[in-house]
């Protein structure tokens, strides 16, 4: 009887490595800094209509970043 010990290991080998996780961790990130450059723009008062809130940073830039997490994310994953 042989001991198979080397076929066991390979039995237990995870989708995803540590690089991989590691470039998720990075691309979750990427996503929450372009909700948090959605953050802003309101009025203290309901009342009054704020127009801060049309600026580039919020109506084009965050939904790029976020856009580009999304897409950095589907790399990590699919990077072997």
Do not use: C
Not at 17 to 23: A, G, H, Q, T
Request: charged share 20%; hydrophobic share 50%; aromatic share 14%.
């Amino acid at each position: 009887m042989a001991n198979n010990t080397t076929d066991k290991k390979s039995d237990f080998d995870f989708a995803l490595n540590k690089k991989n996780y590691i470039l998720m961790a990075i691309g979750f990130a990427i996503i929450v800094l372009g909700f948090v450059l959605m953050i802003g723009g309101g009025s203290d008062d309901p009342n009054v209509f704020d127009e801060s809130i049309y600026n580039f940073q919020h109506i084009t830039l965050a939904p790029m970043v976020v856009l580009s997490g999304f897409i950095f994310e589907i790399y990590a994953i699919m990077k072997r």
